[in-house]
């Protein structure tokens, strides 16, 4: 079983900071594309920052310049670095990471629980 968990979501005031971290456990052979969307109720579900395994990341147009997406191959685990934070940025935060857990299956993408951000005063 492989799980993707979720830390340091928050409540904090516009303009400020917060670090999500993602861990994966359990049976890894590799990890392709590590990744965070956002989705607020009723909305669709945004790709805010993806990073491969050689380190090239994609962000939304809404978050450049204000996020940072890293990742500790050794620790499989990915970072959000999230600063001048807006109230526009209230949302569950989900960890997605393409996996594969041998080297003869295949990957597949699996999914955390999400860690909810509020962005208030």
């Known amino acids: 079983q492989v799980q993707l968990v979720e830390s340091g979501g928050g409540l904090v005031q516009p303009g400020g900071s917060l670090r999500l971290s993602c861990a994966a456990s359990g049976t890894i052979f590799s990890i392709n594309v590590m990744g965070w969307y956002r989705q607020a109720p009723g909305k669709q579900r945004e790709l805010v920052a993806s990073?491969?395994?050689?380190?090239?990341?994609k962000y939304a147009d809404s978050v450049k310049g204000r996020f940072t997406i890293s990742r500790d191959n050794a620790k499989n685990t990915v970072y959000l670095q999230m600063n001048s934070l807006k109230p526009e940025d209230t949302d569950v935060y989900v960890c997605t990471a393409d996996i594969a857990i041998s080297y003869y299956s295949g990957s597949y993408y699996r999914w955390g629980q999400g860690t909810q951000v509020t962005v208030s005063s």
């Open positions: 990073i491969t395994s050689d380190g090239s990341t």
